[in-house]
């Protein structure tokens, strides 16, 4: 058991040094790809690449953010944060959902603009910075892929980074259709559809932002399955004053009261219990014992 613990520590921390390093890799090429689009914008005189390096700039400090907050969340305790700073995962969680609707917000103003102002495009500048934009902006959601579903940041990152990957996508394929057929309008409504799909990515995201800053149990838990699974552990009896909440925006705590068999010894049961609810992803438990019988554990379970 032990060996298999430790085990499974080391996988953890494995994998945390895998993410810090994407991070780290996903900042150095966004910041390149925002200076190099910067310098081609000022010697072209275009305005357009010049506003596209801004909005790169903007997905480097949403990844600077989500490195933050990996580092928040990996925090330790002090004498006036018994948890660290985990909790400011969450926040920042929050603050990069809302960075997405803003982001969004943007592509629909520019795209009903467009549509009312129609534009002559610089093709060649836009399509290399849109060509240069797939590769770096995909080749980072790629990266990011993995570890998306773990952690609500890093999918945060991933939405920014695939958001941008689509709209250069769009920015391409407009690009050939007009260079087909002239038409202009191609370019807003594409720019308009790619703006619903993130709006929708986005509000699961920012949802879940909200939930977890109000303490609600994260999206990954099932209470229903946490109670029955330690329910279905030896000498457990009953349960009440169950409570799950998160920590950061990958650590789960739980608090609960075990009503236990009058013949089974109170430190084993909650040593099992505690392994299971590890298995479930509950990260922090603090469990007190009653036996049964005992006027507190015939409480209402619904507490």
């Known amino acids: 058991m032990a060996h298999e613990h430790h085990h499974h520590h080391h996988a953890e921390g494995a994998d945390v040094a895998s993410l810090r390093g994407i991070y780290w890799i996903s900042i150095a090429l966004n910041l390149a790809f925002v200076l190099v689009e910067a310098g081609v914008g000022l010697w072209k005189g275009s305005l357009g690449l010049l506003s596209d390096a801004g909005h790169n700039l903007s997905d480097v400090f949403s990844l600077?953010?989500?490195?933050?907050?990996?580092?928040?969340?990996?925090?330790?305790?002090?004498k006036k944060f018994t948890y660290g700073y985990k909790k400011g995962s969450i926040l920042i969680s929050l603050l990069n959902a809302v960075i997405l609707l803003v982001a969004v917000g943007a592509i629909i103003v520019e795209s009903v603009h467009k549509l009312r102002n129609p534009v002559a495009i610089d093709g060649g500048a836009?399509?290399?910075?849109?060509g240069v934009?797939?590769?770096?902006?995909?080749?980072?959601?790629?990266?990011l892929l993995r570890h998306q579903k773990n952690d609500i940041n890093?999918?945060?990152?991933?939405?920014?980074?695939?958001?941008d990957t689509l709209v250069s996508v769009g920015v391409v394929i407009s690009g050939i259709v007009i260079g087909l057929t002239g038409w202009t309008f191609i370019d807003p409504v594409i720019g308009l559809v790619i703006a619903v799909v993130i709006l929708i990515s986005t509000w699961q995201l920012l949802a879940e932002s909200i939930r977890m800053s109000m303490?609600?149990?994260?999206?990954?838990?099932?209470?229903?399955?946490?109670?029955?699974r330690?329910?279905?552990?030896?000498?457990?009896?009953?349960?009440?004053?169950?409570?799950?909440?998160?920590?950061?925006?990958?650590?789960?705590?739980?608090?609960?009261?075990?009503?236990?068999?009058?013949?089974?010894?109170?430190?084993?049961?909650?040593?099992?219990?505690?392994?299971?609810?590890?298995?479930?992803?509950?990260?922090?438990?603090?469990?007190?014992?009653?036996?049964?019988?005992?006027?507190c554990a015939d409480e209402c379970s619904c507490n």
């Open 154 to 163: 890093t999918r945060g990152a991933f939405l920014h980074m695939a958001a």
């Open 215 to 228: 303490d609600a149990v994260p999206e990954s838990i099932d209470p229903a399955d946490i109670r029955q």
């Open 230 to 295: 330690m329910e279905a552990m030896p000498g457990v009896r009953g349960i009440h004053h169950l409570h799950i909440w998160p920590i950061s925006t990958t650590e789960t705590s739980l608090t609960a009261h075990l009503v236990i068999a009058p013949d089974a010894d109170a430190e084993t049961v909650v040593h099992t219990v505690k392994h299971a609810l590890r298995d479930a992803g509950i990260h922090h438990a603090t469990l007190e014992t009653e036996r049964e019988g005992h006027p």
């Open 64 to 78: 600077i953010l989500a490195l933050v907050a990996f580092r928040l969340a990996a925090s330790h305790s002090t």
């Open 126 to 130: 836009v399509a290399w910075t849109a």
């Open 133 to 143: 934009g797939i590769v770096i902006n995909g080749l980072t959601a790629f990266l």
